[in-house]
């Protein structure tokens, strides 16, 4: 959020007319425009211990779980929903209305029936004495703090993530509103609440939001006590068998309470876009939409001022919108446009080449004379054109896709959102030089669109991974027919001012693609609902299913392959398989047919691999599959670091990339994964988090991070060699070493010897010593690039482990109860060297105004709770998570300890800014 402070400066020096609404606002009852309270803290919290404990205040029915097992392979075609008789006692009806903001066809506007089931209920009443419930500050994901649940019969499977996601709960609290806010409207607004949220106020049902990934509003006006208690109390209810990935559970994102005047801005009311964009000037068109929910008639004046908005300071005023005047019926909306040049504007784009500069809009509202709402927006000027022949151009420069697919969670800390950990992820995979993410596969935090617009990556923002067909028993199928109009929609018109976002996506790998015309046109349908609220923005569809002539393709504005740039299954290996999709690589086919339209690759690779493991043999193919002894061993549950395998339908980097380059048309690529995620652990279901990252869950670097930036950062000299050298059951056995450098050439010495040097040959990525024979010592790369020295690294066989050293990515936090500080725990040798064996298990201590809310080791195969102080470095890393105390200043003290190892210690200060 930008500062106010030098905006008033502005208004007050810049116009007299400012002064006397100033004068006049300080002397009138509306003097607060807006207010926007957070309402995170102290919540009152109940999780059912199972349903059949639970009330009967449900959504709807649901279908019987027939077959349980979800470790099956991302590619599994979508089958047909099963029909349902709706039951009587559901509160649907009651819910569905808070749909039709977004639903466009007023006739299909849904029309609440009479009465406030639950009413009676005690958890809903102000009277019901919570204090044996769990108190919980939010955002918070209930399921986190696991245990896991271990074996085949767990009740949440490996897809899922092993932690229970599943189950009813209630989340209750008190809110504060006075007389004096009587004549105002008050919003609660909720980010995120997975799922099925049902939300009561002083015991009467206000209404909910399914679709656990999206932001809604209730409006609490008509239920509240202005003159004495008001309680809340929201019911989630999150199925199993909903997603083929970790959902979170709980109210797992920010909630406000919003206090605005009967005429206001309405919900997410403003729209920015922006024409004849160029370096001298840009056009700039604004809508804001009023509400007036007051029985009178209102005339209104709108003002809306643009001021550059960088590293969250309000700059100079660079232009304003003419003021309007509009009269606004009573209970009705109006859409108020207006228009304005800015001159020289500081463009939008994503580094390094450019700089994601940004600008807010205040707008403001005023009734005879008095400012009544302030309401900002902020956005960016960029100029984006898509060449079917080069991909995607943003301010007239060619920025090919370099981007990883994310899903929402945040590793050990689960799906509540927290921005410091957010942001360091972006920080980790921008060193890796992505410049792109794809929401996968819905809506993520709004803060999180904030931190890409200030760090300048380029975003496809998705809606669903299912529309009618089903991938999950309990997944959005359940619910598309009822909402997919309102979800859709609410995602854009949340989002649209965000400037990193390039292309909405209306959809990944639907069953839909297979039914032809049927499937098409419900594609056809979400992608003009997109275009309604947005028609600026192309929007797509990701699909793992492609064939050029198919009618699904056809509403697309860009082409998103999944997997399909190399063909999926085209190696002999998988000659026999005949009931999985096998697709032979189609950039030139969809080229051909749509020449006008430009490919991406919205996900490539799912390669796999665990950080630090290494399994002979070694294939000797470019891209293989994982099996036994091939890549994998399914008894250890791990993936061999060579980075050349992956799951049956994906390729390696290398061969993606073999493949972009044999295709320059192509806008790019989304990597599936940049880091791991909790959840889809294939191939071994066993594990509780997927191997497809870059990035191990804990935050720590792959083998494969090094490739990618070899390829991402051409100009960072870098060479990096694979695998450690500390085998000492390999004597003098063959032990391959394989290097990644910006450089063109590499000489590699094992213990001074040159073992050769190799300089990359056309589509090759790596080089590759395929015939060294271990002796134990130093192994030295040094990279050449045009013939001059570019790099050098060594890996040296180090010692046995004797002492832990402990570093922490920040040694200043905010004492503002959210900063974190990440620790990461090194196993090293009496030299100095991380010892990339070392599993020892370590003991983690906290003193100071701080507390450990999770540790981990990026092994997705440790069922350790992520709340355990004790762990066992997994390749000789592990992660210690620590955060402030709200308001508590000091020095905070991490030991990490370890039975015959030297202590580590690390200390960090807490302060308030
Ligand atoms: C894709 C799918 C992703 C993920 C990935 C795993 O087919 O779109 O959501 O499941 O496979 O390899």
């Known amino acids: 959020m930008c500062k106010l402070t030098s905006r008033v400066l502005n208004l007050l020096i810049s116009t007299c007319f400012i002064i006397i609404i100033s004068c006049k606002s300080s002397t009138t009852k509306n003097e607060i425009p807006r207010e926007c309270i957070s309402i995170n803290d102290n919540w009152k919290f109940m999780k059912y211990a199972s349903l059949e404990d639970a009330d009967d205040l449900f959504y709807d029915v649901r279908p019987e779980v027939v077959n349980a097992n979800d470790a099956k392979e991302a590619d599994t075609p979508a089958t047909e929903a099963e029909k349902l008789e709706a039951s009587k006692k559901a509160l649907k ?30 958890f809903v009443q102000a009277t019901f004495d919570d204090s044996s419930w769990e108190n919980v500050n939010l955002p918070h994901d209930w399921a986190i703090k696991g245990p896991f649940q271990e074996g085949s019969n767990a009740e949440v499977g490996g897809g899922m993530g092993r932690l229970p996601s599943n189950g009813i709960a209630w989340y209750r609290r008190k809110i504060d509103v006075t007389e004096a806010d009587k004549n105002k409207s008050i919003y609660l607004d909720i980010d995120g609440a997975m799922s099925y949220a049902i939300v009561w106020l002083n015991g009467q049902l206000v209404g909910g939001w399914p679709y656990g990934y999206n932001s809604f509003r209730l409006d609490l006006t008509p ?48 729209t920015v876009t922006t024409s004849n964009v160029s370096k001298e000037s840009a056009n700039i068109h604004f809508d ?53 040049t800015v001159e020289n504007p500081q463009l939008w784009g994503p580094p390094p080449t450019q700089t994601p500069n940004l600008y807010k809009a205040i707008t403001s509202i005023l009734r005879e004379g008095v400012l009544i709402d302030e309401y900002e927006t902020t956005f960016g000027i960029k100029n984006i054109k898509l060449d079917p022949n080069q991909g995607i151009l943003v301010n007239g420069e060619l920025i090919k896709i370099q981007g990883v697919n994310e899903h929402h969670d945040l590793g050990a800390m689960g799906a509540a959102f927290n921005v410091r950990a957010a942001e360091r992820k972006l920080e980790i995979l921008k060193e890796m030089g992505v410049n792109a993410i794809r929401m996968a596969h819905n809506p993520p935090a709004p803060e999180l669109l904030e931190l890409t617009d200030k760090m300048g990556f380029l975003v496809i923002d998705e809606v669903f991974d299912s529309w009618e067909r089903k991938k999950t028993p309990h997944d959005f199928h359940l619910i598309f027919p009822d909402w997919h109009e309102a979800d859709t929609r609410a995602m854009v018109r949340r989002d649209k001012n965000h400037p990193s976002i390039i292309i909405w996506s209306y959809g990944n790998e639907v069953g839909e693609q297979y039914t032809d015309e049927e499937g098409a046109a419900i594609g056809k349908r979400l992608s003009d609902i997109v275009k309604e609220e947005d028609s600026t923005r192309p929007t797509t569809s990701a699909m793992n299913w492609a064939k050029s002539d198919m009618p699904f393709s056809n509403a697309m504005d860009v082409i998103s392959f999944n997997y399909q740039g190399e063909g999926i299954r085209q190696d002999p290996i998988f000659d026999n398989v005949t009931d999985r999709i096998k697709t032979k690589p189609q950039y030139e086919p969809y080229h051909k047919k749509f020449p006008n ?25 470019m891209s293989s599959p994982i099996r036994d002894g091939m890549g994998g061993d399914s008894k250890i549950k791990q993936v061999s670091a060579y980075e050349l395998y992956a799951v049956d339908f994906g390729s390696s980097a290398d061969k993606v990339f073999a493949s972009l380059d044999k295709h320059p048309y192509s806008a790019g690529e989304f990597v599936w994964t940049g880091f791991d995620y909790l959840g889809e652990p294939t191939p071994y279901y066993d594990a509780r988090s997927s191997y497809n990252g870059i990035i191990d869950l804990a935050g720590f670097p792959k083998d494969r991070f090094y490739l990618y930036q070899s390829r991402w950062r051409p100009d960072l000299p870098m060479v990096h060699i694979l695998p450690h ?59 050449y690039k045009n013939g001059k020295v570019w790099a050098e690294k060594t890996v040296k066989t180090t010692e046995e482990a004797s002492k832990l050293m402990v570093k922490a990515d920040r040694t200043t936090i905010d004492a503002d ?35 450990i809310i999770a540790t981990d080791n990026g092994d997705a195969s440790d069922l350790t709770a992520f709340v355990s102080k004790k762990r066992h470095a997994f390749n000789g890393l592990a992660l210690v998570i620590v955060r402030s105390k709200k308001g508590e200043m000091g020095t905070i003290k991490v030991t990490a300890k370890s039975n015959g190892l030297e202590t580590g210690i690390v200390e960090i200060k807490a302060f308030t800014p």
């Open 817 to 851: 109860g959210k900063d974190l500080s990440f620790i990461t725990i090194e196993v090293k040798d009496k030299n100095g060297l991380i010892v990339p064996t070392a599993n020892n298990l370590l003991e983690f201590e906290i003193e100071g105004p701080g507390e």
């Open 288 to 340: 804001v939409t009023v509400k007036n929910n007051s029985d009178s008639d209102a005339d209104i004046e709108t003002i809306t001022e643009i001021y550059t908005c960088n590293n969250d300071d309000i700059g100079a005023n660079v232009a304003t919108i003419e003021k309007t005047t509009t009269k606004i019926s009573a209970g009705n909306s109006e859409t108020i446009k207006g228009s304005v």
């Open 725 to 783: 050298w500390n085998w000492p059951e390999r004597m003098d056995k063959i032990t391959p070493v394989h290097v990644f450098t910006s450089g063109d050439e590499v000489e590699l010495f094992l213990n001074g010897k040159s073992l050769g040097k190799k300089k990359k040959g056309d589509y090759e990525y790596r080089l590759r010593w395929d015939d060294v024979t271990y002796q134990p010592g130093e192994l030295k790369a040094v990279a």
């Open 93 to 122: 009806p009651y819910i569905l209305p808070a749909a039709n903001p977004f639903i466009k066809d007023t006739i299909n506007h849904h029309v609440r029936p009479e009465g406030h089931p639950g009413s009676d209920f005690p």
């Open 223 to 270: 239920y509240l006590n202005f003159s004495g208690e008001n309680q809340i109390a929201i019911r989630l209810d999150n199925p199993n068998h909903s997603a083929r990935w970790y959902p979170g559970g709980g109210i797992y994102r920010n909630v406000w309470l919003t206090k605005t005047n009967k005429v206001h801005v309405s919900h997410w009311g403003t």
């Open 597 to 621: 339209k430009v490919i991406l690759s919205s996900e490539t690779a799912s390669a796999a691999s665990s950080r630090g493991v290494y399994l002979f043999p070694v294939s000797d193919l």
